[in-house]
Structures are given as C-alpha cells and as structure tokens.
C-alpha cells in the first residue's frame, strides 16, 4: 500500500523515470524544441496570451499547442465543467441515444474474440526484408504487444471499448495514465483521469525543453507532474478550429427547438381534453375587500400550473400527476340576481400539425451525419445494385466513421508505439514505423467496400480495352505499366508489394514446379527399376524351366 499512497509526487516521479523515457515527447517521439526556439513567428494562441502571461516556459507551452496534433485541452476552457455534465444529462434522452448507439455500433464492431481492430500491417511490409529474422522479431511483437494492451485497457470484457468510444462521443475527450514498471521496461496498465485537471507543459530535462503534463496544479496536495510519454490524451476538437467540443453537441440545438415543439402540442391537447363549466355566482352587497378576498380564493383555487418532465415525459397539473378531464369555474357577480352557467369553448392557436416537430427531428438526423434510410424500419433493406446505387449519405457517414476512429485510435496507437520502442530502442528514429504503424477497425459497412469493388472492376475492363489499341499488328500502343499507374490508382508501395508478392508466388511454383518434375522422375525411376525388375524375373524363370 505504501506504493499506493505514495504514487505521482514530482521528485519521485522525476527520480523513478530514467532519461530514456524522458525523451519521449508526443506519441512516443523525442520533443525537439529547435522548432520553437528558431520560429520567430508569433502563433496565434501565444499573440492572444502573451499581454496575460510573463512566465518564459509558459510562453513556451503555448506555442507549442500551435505545433504539432493541436488537441484542444479542456483545462482552459472555463466552461467546459458545466457543459459536460449538460452533454451528459442530454445524451440521456432516448432520440440521442440511438444516435450514439448507431454511431458506436458502427465504428466499434467486435469479432468472435472480442477484438474490434487488429494491428495493420500492410503499410509497413513494402519496408522490410521478410528474411530479415530481426524485423520478423520486430512484427511478432507488435501482434504480440498489441494483445497485451488491449488486455491491460480491459477492452476484452464485455464492451469496453464500445464504451469508451461513446464516452468520446458525448464528453470529447479520453484521458489516460500510462503506467509502467519499476524497470521502465513494460507498460504494465492504465488509469482514466479527468481531462479537467490536466494541462500540457514544457520544463527543462537534460538541457532541452520536454512536453510535460500538470495536474491539479492548483491543489499542493494533489498537484502531480508527469511526462507525456506517460499520458494518453485524445480530444474531438483542435485547437484554434470553429467546432463543437464534441459529436454530441453538433445536434443539441435542433433537438431543444424539436422537444419545445413536442411539448407545446403535448400541453395543448391537455389544455383542450378538459370539460370547463364557468359559473357566475352574485355575491350582493359584499364590500370591495370581502370580494377581492373571495376573489383571490377562487383564483387559487382554479389556477392551473402544468408542469413537464423532459427526462421522465411525466406531466402533472397543480401538482398532481392524475389529469382532471372536468374544471368548474366560480365566478362571484356583483350585479346578478341568479347564477350563470356557460361551457368555456378551447379557444387558441391549433397546434394539430406535427410538420414542424418532423422538420427539426429530420434537421436532428442531418446534423448527426446518419443516412436517413437508418432511421425508417420500413426502408431498413438496401439492395446494392451497382457504384450508383451507393447513396452519398452512406460513403458521408462511412468518411465520418473513419474520421471518429482516426482520432479514438491514440488509446492504444500511443501505448503500442511506445512499447516498441522500449523493446527496440533502435525504432525511436525510425519515421518511417512510426508513420505506417496504424490499426485495421473490423467494419460490416460492405457499402463502401462494395462500390470502390464495382468502380475498381471498371478501371480493369478500361485497361483492358485500352491494352487491345494496337500501334501496328504486333505492337500495343501503351504500356500495361503506364495504364496501371494512371488508371487503376495504384500506388507506388502498393506496386512494391505487388511485386514482391508476384516474385514470392513465382518462386513458390518454381519450387512447386521443380518438386513436381522430381516426384514424376523418382516415379519414372521406380517404374523402370521394376520393370527391368520384373523382366529379370520373367527371364530367369524361363531359363529354369
């Protein structure tokens, strides 16, 4: 427990990481502050600053979150606190949590072993020598340490991940401890913190400014400061960029217009499904306070405050859940002789129509960038025809998908790398890993799939035909390579692969064709040795006899 207590204090945590790790700036790459040091620009967040803020490495901090991912941190916006639990209070409501489950179901799909992504390869094998044990090594361990944390991020268990990305969706942003062993050798969990609390830095560390994270730099007690090879911090929104802090917001304000539609046509047909009698009483000579009095009686008596749950849909009137369907009005006249009774008509604007509240739940499903064909039962069947009966709501929703996973891909791109690199140190320079690491999402969108199919299909057939244009009898007028180039898309490591793999499935049936060649020749061989066998004894036999 004494770890347990003791954990996070700065000198500790300076003491306990060795310079290695300390180098690590963001994703896992040294932070060079040459950059910052040589711009003599002034970056739009440090001109916006800089009257506020003396402090030299603040400064510094500053102009780096112009550089670089520019993630948008939510330590300094001030409103951020009451807009999440806003966000969180309105992704309860059942029309948005549809939406998110759509969305969630769509990015994050889990296969029979509970994995929704796997490591994707293809982008670093145009790069390597497959002879080469060591960068066989090198590829083992990233399957190898892929698995163990995405077991570490408990993404295995039930829908973890499911989870974690519809948090994202609602709040954001996800912010992650990374924790290691005492040896600095192994990344050995993760812990989730509040995107509140922490803030990036800049501090000094052997002679060169490190990005570093603060949290709660404000509480003594709790104030930590770590490295930023130990934080994972993703966020929805980049700095300096006109957007919504997170996908849930985009759609907040169409919602709100639609259920204030819903709401007046609720509380209309309440207003007019009760049966109002007023009835006009004399009162006689009452003085004028006698009346009044009788009067205000009578006012709270019949006043009717209507009261509407927006979470719960539960209405009440005056207080009480049970809708009374009969009202009576006393009246008190000065003037009559006999009472008075006349039916109260519903008079008001008629608010029968539903078209508005369709208008904005349709704007609603827009902004969400979910094709409307998803939200219609009745329309739920899509049958694919060709590239053309891919609707552009669909390749829209699909771009948005990979964009949402292209950001939530960090929560164990960041991790994996650098756990590559405490296991082949030699990678830290190495852009080129760095770059063409990534992660294949498991998808079950087959329309996109489908139509880059149909539309590769058709560039074959057309250098097909264009292979057949003849310069004369025996020579073609284009080279096959130039028409591939152009026209299927292809590119240049794509052809590399290619190549290679052509040259791989060569010399498989090279060997396969010199082991046929040697079967049939051993056969041949055994079909002699026996004849000649077999005449021997045919020979011997008649000699005998």
Not at 41 to 57: H, L, T, V
Not at 261 to 267: A, D, F, G, L, V
Not at 483 to 495: A, F, N, P, Q, R
Request: proline share 3%.
């Amino acid at each position: 427990m004494a770890g347990f207590i003791k954990r996070g204090q700065d000198e500790k945590n300076n003491r306990f990481f060795g310079s290695f790790i300390k180098k690590l700036g963001s994703f896992g790459l040294e932070f060079n502050d040459e950059i910052i040091k040589n711009s003599f620009a002034i970056s739009p967040i440090e001109a916006e600053m800089r009257g506020n803020i003396q402090d030299k490495e603040m400064l510094y901090a500053l102009k780096s979150t112009d550089m670089g991912d520019r993630k948008y941190i939510a330590y300094f916006d001030q409103e951020y606190g009451s807009k999440r639990d806003t966000l969180l209070n309105f992704a309860v409501n059942g029309e948005i949590e549809s939406i998110l489950d759509t969305v969630a179901d769509e990015a994050i799909i889990y296969d029979n072993q509970n994995f929704f992504c796997t490591p994707d390869l293809s982008l670093i094998t145009p790069y390597i020598d497959p002879k080469n044990k060591k960068i066989n090594n090198v590829l083992e361990n990233i399957n190898t340490n892929f698995k163990r944390i995405y077991n570490m991020l408990y993404l295995t268990d039930s829908v973890q991940g499911w989870q974690l990305f519809k948090q994202f969706l609602i709040e954001g942003f996800l912010v992650l401890e990374i924790v290691y062993d005492k040896e600095q050798t192994k990344i050995i969990g993760f812990q989730i913190l509040d995107p509140v609390s922490i803030r990036p830095d800049v501090k000094m560390i052997d002679g060169k400014y490190r990005k570093i994270w603060r949290q709660y730099e404000e509480d003594n007690q709790m104030s930590r400061e770590l490295l930023d090879s130990q934080i994972i911090y993703i966020s929805y929104n980049k700095a300096n960029q006109v957007q919504r802090v997170s996908y849930l917001e985009k759609f907040m304000r169409s919602f709100n217009l639609m259920r204030i539609m819903e709401n007046t046509r609720i509380i209309w047909n309440i207003m007019h499904a009760t049966y109002r009698l007023k009835m006009i009483m004399p009162i006689g000579s009452q003085s004028r306070k006698d009346a009044r009095q009788d009067l205000e009686e009578i006012k709270n008596e019949y006043k009717e405050e209507i009261t509407l749950d927006a979470y719960s849909g539960e209405l009440s009137v005056g207080g009480r859940a049970n809708i009374p369907f009969y009202q009576n009005y006393l009246i008190p006249s000065a003037d009559g002789e006999q009472p008075e009774i006349e039916t109260i008509s519903g008079e008001g604007p008629e608010l029968k129509d539903v078209d508005i509240i369709e208008y904005f739940r349709n704007k609603m499903r827009v902004e969400s960038g979910i094709p409307m064909n998803r939200f219609e039962s009745h329309d739920s069947n899509y049958d694919y025809q060709n590239a053309s009966s891919v609707t552009t709501e669909e390749l829209q929703f699909s771009k948005m998908v990979n964009r949402l996973r292209s950001i939530f891909q960090e929560l164990i791109l960041k991790p994996l790398y650098i756990q590559m690199i405490l296991d082949f140190p030699d990678l830290k320079d190495d852009f080129l890993f760095k770059e063409n690491l990534g992660l294949k999402f498991n998808s079950n969108n087959i329309f996109e799939d489908l139509k880059n199919m149909d539309i590769m299909a058709r560039k074959v057939d057309f250098v097909t035909a264009m292979q057949q244009f003849m310069m004369d009898a025996n020579t073609p007028f284009f080279s096959g390579k130039f028409l591939v180039e152009k026209y299927i898309g292809l590119s240049t490591d794509d052809l590399e692969l290619n190549t290679r793999y052509k040259e791989e499935e060569l010399e498989l049936l090279q060997k396969a064709a010199e082991a046929e060649a040697a079967a049939i020749a051993a056969e041949q061989k055994a079909q002699q040795d026996q004849q000649v066998q077999d005449d021997e004894e045919n020979s011997g036999g008649s000699w005998r006899n």
